[in-house]
């Protein structure tokens, strides 16, 4: 029995390449390139995505860890043209009307509108940070596509009966699938505007959006256009490091 899971796992590492294991100097090994390579794709080519390959995609989802294995989540898939483009639509309607109300640098309301954006962040702290909100006034202008032009795109839904934090785990079940899609060749975007058909009962209906789910996020997909933005600069944030009864600042 031993045997079978050493030659099993030999076999596996063979393989992988530099997989399951790590020595001094080593490269990355391929999880940890499409960790660091992947990035937002924001144009994507007109073909579609073969149907098997979406499968697999979702099917890195259904394996990610949840509180409990509680697999809080659900997905909707949408591959027609004509229905991307109805949600593209609802959703600037939407943003031009944010920015009516929020924008108080371009509304015609004047104050009111500045009154009226401190109210909502009040309310909704985390929803008018200044990047989201730049591509509200991009989308409201027709400037900014909400899928990119991507030709599937999952919706993640997250059952709100899940156990302890069922956020976490659908950000973790919807990071399983980026992943996987980079490392087969397809790019990806998270969407989180999708927030937005929140508020259109129309949609939520036609979409079977009910108790317990609620709509977290969407996930473009496609094949992408050239090269994707390019490295997003990420933040060094100091980590505090306990060990042999003291406390050290690493980075
Ligand atoms: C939860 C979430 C929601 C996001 N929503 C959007 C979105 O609505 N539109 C968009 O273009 N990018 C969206 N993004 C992509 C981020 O802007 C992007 O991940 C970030 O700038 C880092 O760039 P990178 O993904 O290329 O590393 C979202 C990312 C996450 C994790």
Redesign the pocket.
């Known amino acids: 029995m031993m045997e079978k899971a050493t030659e099993e796992k030999r076999r596996r590492d063979v393989s992988f390449g530099e997989m399951y294991t790590w020595h001094e100097g080593m490269e990355w090994n391929p999880v940890e390139r499409v960790i660091l390579e992947?990035?937002?794709v924001?144009r994507y080519k007109e073909e579609q995505v073969p149907e098997k390959l979406v499968r697999r995609v979702l099917e890195a989802g259904r394996f990610a860890p949840s509180a409990g294995n509680s697999q809080p989540w659900k997905f909707i898939v949408i591959r027609d043209p004509g229905m991307l483009e109805e949600m593209e639509k609802y959703v600037r309607l939407r943003c031009r009307l944010l920015k009516f109300l929020l924008d108080w640098e371009s509304s015609p309301l004047g104050r009111l509108s500045w009154f009226l954006s401190q109210v909502y962040i009040r309310l909704m702290p985390n929803e008018l940070h200044p990047?989201?909100f730049g591509?509200i006034r991009l989308i409201a202008d027709g400037k900014?596509r909400l899928f990119?032009g991507a030709p599937t795109v999952i919706l993640v839904l997250m059952d709100r009966r899940g156990v302890s934090k069922p956020q976490v785990d659908v950000?973790i079940c919807g990071q399983n699938m980026v992943l996987a899609a980079h490392s087969l060749g397809l790019g990806t975007?998270?969407?989180?505007?999708v927030e937005l058909f929140k508020f259109g009962t129309k949609w939520k209906r036609k979409l079977g959006i009910k108790w317990p789910y609620r709509l977290m996020?969407g996930i473009a997909l496609g094949y992408p256009v050239g090269e994707?933005?390019g490295m997003?600069a990420r933040e060094l944030h100091e980590i505090d490091w306990w060990e042999d009864g003291r406390k050290r600042a690493v980075f």
Not at 189 to 193: D, I
Request: aromatic share 10%.
């Open positions: 992947r990035r937002s924001r990047i989201p591509a900014l990119h950000g975007c998270w969407v989180g505007f996020e994707p933005d997003v």
